[in-house]
């Protein structure tokens, strides 16, 4: 099966029907170009699946942000609401009735933030941080209310009955701790690979500030510590980079630069 055939399979399969080969042909060249260039600097022809939607984030978002063409904005908003509720779901463990509802307030704030993305390719990771966004805020408010009382105490949840990610990693295996995107996934295991075994948590601090783009503030509510502490274990942690992964500095730092972008608006 050649590049196009997959393209075509894949976007079949996520239900993506903003671009294709029977639509604009221009628009279906450049975005197999673009996929084609996002595998050939990954260097690993297995990442079909990732470069589709990093190819497909400027397509959703300039089709989103047209306002002259309702049917296929309206698409668009379809399209981003699918791919929210999912991860709603399988990354954060809502519940499919409250996904539902979430998934129209975050659509909501997209919609009164466009204006602030500049980087069309950046959309969907800045869509990501909205949905983080809003996850996290939701449990800071739910400890809060368990600080005064006004909630049971134990594990902080989406809704009740529902358990929460353990926050703050002490096991080796944390693929099974915490729900990662693809190219997360990758990036974690590489760096699991050349970090010392016993470092868990300073391979947390990396894929929490790199992978998932969160804040200190936001690491600190979530695992509950102080960020001073964070700041202690992520020095440890570029220690430990610099004498043990060199292969790998390059990317998180390109990834820790995109993070920080996109707290800056997209």
């Known amino acids: 099966m050649d590049i196009e055939q997959q393209l075509i399979a894949e976007l079949q399969n996520k239900d993506w029907r903003l671009v294709g080969p029977n639509q604009d042909p221009l628009a279906w ?7 084609a260039d996002c595998i050939a600097r990954s260097g690993n022809t297995d ?29 668009a908003f379809t399209e981003l609401f699918e791919w929210i509720h999912v991860r709603l779901i399988s990354h954060y463990r809502v519940p499919a009735n ?14 009164n933030q466009l204006e602030r993305v500049d980087r069309p390719q950046g959309f969907l990771p800045y869509v990501i941080r909205i949905v983080q966004n809003k996850v996290y805020e939701y449990r800071r408010q739910q400890r809060q209310l368990q600080r005064e009382g006004l909630l049971p105490g134990g ?4 809704e009740e009955g ?46 929490a500030l790199v992978c998932k783009g969160m804040t200190y503030h936001e690491i600190a509510q979530e695992w509950e510590t102080t960020e001073g ?38």
């Open 47 to 75: 990442r079909l699946r990732y470069c589709v939607t990093v190819a497909y984030s400027p397509v959703l978002f300039e089709a989103a942000y047209d306002k002259s063409n309702y049917r296929r904005r309206e698409r």
């Open 229 to 266: 502490a964070l700041y202690t274990l992520w020095h440890r942690a570029k220690h430990n980079l610099l004498t043990h992964c060199r292969g790998l500095i390059k990317e998180i730092l390109e990834r820790h630069r995109r993070s920080t972008l996109l707290e800056d608006g997209g």
């Open 155 to 158: 594990e902080v949840s989406v």
């Open 29 to 35: 060249r450049s975005f197999v170009q673009a996929v």
């Open 162 to 207: 529902e358990k929460s990610i353990e926050s703050f990693p002490d096991e080796t295996n944390i693929f099974k701790r915490v729900e990662w995107e693809e190219d997360e996934a990758e990036l974690l295991r590489n760096i699991c690979e050349c970090m010392p075994k016993r470092a868990v948590r300073q391979i947390a601090i990396i894929c």
């Open 98 to 111: 409250s996904a539902r509802e979430w998934a129209n307030e975050i659509l909501i704030v997209i919609n």
